[in-house]
């Protein structure tokens, strides 16, 4: 069974950076890609950004630029660093690990919130 435990999250004024921690335990052979969605009440969950074993990474338009996503493959975990946060990016960001069978696993989720 595969648990994501994610990390770091909170309240950022606008301007401000966080980091994001996602470590994954138990089975983790055959891993695809990690990542982070992220989901605003009411609104459709949205890919922020992933990477693949091999290194080769995806960012949604909006964060480009400003979002950094990095992986240690050697211990499962990925990191989502969120640099010059805009009080559009307030949301539940979402770990998610995909296996190369095409199954998906989930964090909790950890709420970010920018705000002055």
């Known amino acids: 069974q595969v648990q994501l435990v994610e990390s770091g999250g909170g309240l950022v004024q606008p301007g401000g950076s966080l980091r994001l921690s996602c470590a994954a335990s138990g089975s983790t052979f055959s891993i695809n890609s990690m990542g982070w969605y992220r989901q605003v009440p009411g609104k459709q969950r949205e890919l922020v950004a992933s990477i693949t074993s091999g290194g080769s990474t995806v960012y949604a338009d909006s964060v480009k630029g400003r979002f950094t996503i990095s992986r240690v493959n050697g211990k499962n975990t990925v990191y989502l660093q969120l640099n010059s946060l805009k009080p559009e990016d307030t949301a539940a960001y979402y770990c998610?690990?995909?296996?190369?069978?095409?199954?998906?696993?989930w964090g909790q989720g950890t709420q970010v919130t920018v705000s002055s």
């Open positions: 998610y690990l995909r296996y190369r069978s095409g199954q998906d696993y």
